[in-house]
């Protein structure tokens, strides 16, 4: 009896495991459809991402910030550059200025989701499990909204939980904390606020007693 209840009890939880596998690739697909009719009718884009586009085009063509007064009107902006440097790099490439935007968006969305499955796979959770999490970080209306508009958000964001996915290897190495210390800086030149994410992995570090590790970081 007992055996035939741990047999049930096991596929009732393969059943659900199942349904919530479905659930999550469900969710997956209908936020991919969603997320490209917002890139193909542009309806998130704002006069915020207009200034973000102006900077990578200004960037293109050879202008890094415009003079605060100048011919070509204010350009009193000074958001940090790494985003709009990359955006640039992508039209340089051939993109137009909102399909290079929309693309890094892109890019900096599948990074976020990446390393979100990176950390859930370091703390244990099973790989499909991992995935399912992963790609609810879409849920919320700030992520739609970062996702589907050309702005500075996502970009740092993504570098910062990569960067505390890099920190929680199994042990914790010089190579890794090299990695990480990379994608801090490359946060730093593109949000300095987003930087909470390099201070919970020093105080981590320090609360472990790897005073090494935490100034090699910093």
């Not at 469900?26 to 998130?44: C, M, P």
Request: glycine share 12%; net charge positive.
């Amino acid at each position: 009896m007992a055996e035939n209840t741990t047999t049930k009890s096991a596929t009732d939880n393969r059943t659900l495991n199942w349904l919530f596998y479905a659930a999550g690739a469900l969710f997956a697909l209908v936020s991919l459809a969603l997320v490209y009719r917002g890139w193909r009718e542009g309806v998130s884009l704002t006069p915020t991402s207009g200034t973000w586009i102006a900077l990578a085009v200004d960037l293109k063509h050879g202008m890094f910030y415009r003079p605060m007064y100048g011919d070509l009107g204010y350009g009193g902006t000074r958001y940090l550059p790494l985003h709009f440097v990359l955006h640039a790099l992508l039209m340089g490439m051939g993109l137009g200025p909102v399909v290079a935007g929309h693309a890094l968006e892109g890019i900096a969305g599948l990074g976020l989701l990446f390393g979100i499955y990176r950390i859930l796979r370091r703390l244990g959770v099973a790989a499909w499990t991992a995935a399912c999490f992963a790609v609810m970080a879409l849920a919320p209306k700030a992520a739609q909204i970062a996702i589907l508009s050309i702005r500075g958000d996502l970009l740092p964001t993504a570098l910062v939980v990569l960067g505390v996915a890099t920190c929680m290897a199994v042990k914790v190495g010089r190579w890794h904390l090299l990695g990480a210390s990379v994608l801090f800086a490359l946060v730093f030149a593109a949000k300095p606020t987003s930087l909470y994410g390099a201070g919970a992995v020093v105080l981590w570090l320090l609360l472990s007693r790897e005073i090494g590790n935490a100034v090699l970081l910093t």
